[in-house]
């Protein structure tokens, strides 16, 4: 019996083992597992945290563009009288305008005159100058005819000489 109750506490020896085995293999896996969450947890704080910053920037944002929406309404206002003004003085400078025009008018029959004296001026300036250069080219050929004769008398006198010359 001895044996038996031997075989026996070591059949409980080699089963307590096996399950102390299993249960170690579950304690590693519910570490691993634990391990994950964690992980997973420390991620979703760290989102957390950031979502927290981000909503403290948006508000702070919000905040901003609220001001903002209050100037831009107090600029509204002022840019609305500044449109009332504009308009009247708008309605002035028409007026001025409506004037100018008609001075213009004027000043514009005015220059076509003054235009046609200056077309008469310039036609008669062409007329002159076509003159000139007929004038300038005759001066030129009479230059040259009488460089060209002060050549032949130079010659003719040159010639003259050597006759002298030869007849003595």
Known sequence: ???????????????SEQTLNELKLQLS????KLEAANQSLSVETTEKREVQHELAALKEQHDVLINEKVD????LAELKRQH??????KAEVN???????????GAQAAAIDTNKEAELFQLQAKQVKEELEHFFLLSRTQ??????SDRLNGR?????????????
Not at 1 to 15: F, K, P, Y
Not at 143 to 148: G, I, P, R, T
């Open 143 to 148: 230059s040259e005819v009488l460089s060209a």
């Open 72 to 75: 831009l309404h107090h600029k």
């Open 1 to 15: 019996m001895e044996i038996r109750s031997i075989i026996d506490a070591v059949d409980a020896l080699i089963a």
């Open 29 to 32: 896996e519910s570490t691993t």
């Open 95 to 105: 007026q001025e305008l409506a004037q100018l025009k008609q001075q213009l008018e």
């Open 156 to 168: 003719m006198i040159s010639l003259l000489r050597q006759f002298a010359e030869e007849s003595n």
């Open 84 to 89: 009332d003004a504009l308009t009247n003085e």
